[in-house]
């Protein structure tokens, strides 16, 4: 796969690097990923929403989508604004949290042949790409929304396991 890229998102294949803005990191296969140090068994189609400023490296290539500022636009924030912690993730994306949410979604056809169309979308260079790639990024966004009861792995989730540690004493913490 070669480096696809358009002012809104980068898809290329590598086995290391820095993770920017918003980044995906996507297994392709089972997979040892080494994440800031922390070392996880990645398995076929489970991905990393990342903040910026990880440093991960794996043992084969994973296929990695950058999410760039131009397309967190109002319309991309309003469309899934109602998808509470990956809207709430996104705008935190520049805190310096270094967050992230690992996600197993082996199972979600849906979720991976939409990955799969997003890919090949950033490969195009007609009127239309800019448009679908906002709306299947929204898409996306929403699906892992959707997905995450069931396959959002809190245990490996940053973010979520600092909100799980501390919840105001009484207070039911609600995913």
């Known amino acids: 796969m070669e480096n696809m890229k358009s002012e809104e998102l980068t898809v290329t294949l590598c086995q290391d690097g820095i993770t920017q803005s918003i980044t995906i990191l996507y297994a392709e296969r089972n997979c040892l990923l080494n994440f800031n140090s922390r070392p996880f068994n990645m398995k076929r189609h489970d991905l990393i929403l990342s903040h910026s400023h990880n440093r991960w490296e794996c043992d084969y290539p994973l296929t990695v989508l950058i999410f760039y500022d131009a397309i967190f636009d109002s319309l991309l924030l309003s469309q899934i604004a109602d998808c509470r912690i990956i809207y709430d993730f996104i705008r935190e994306k520049d805190s310096g949290s270094h967050d992230h949410l690992y996600f197993s979604t082996n199972r979600n056809r849906d979720l991976n042949a939409l990955l799969h169309i997003l890919r090949l979308e950033t490969a195009r260079r007609d ?17 892992l929304d959707r997905s995450r009861p069931d396959e959002l792995i809190v245990q490996n989730s940053t973010m979520i396991a600092k909100k799980n540690k501390s919840p105001k004493r009484g207070a039911k913490f609600k995913l």
């Open 127 to 143: 009127a239309y790409t800019s448009k679908l790639i906002h709306l299947l990024s929204v898409g996306l966004f929403t699906f």
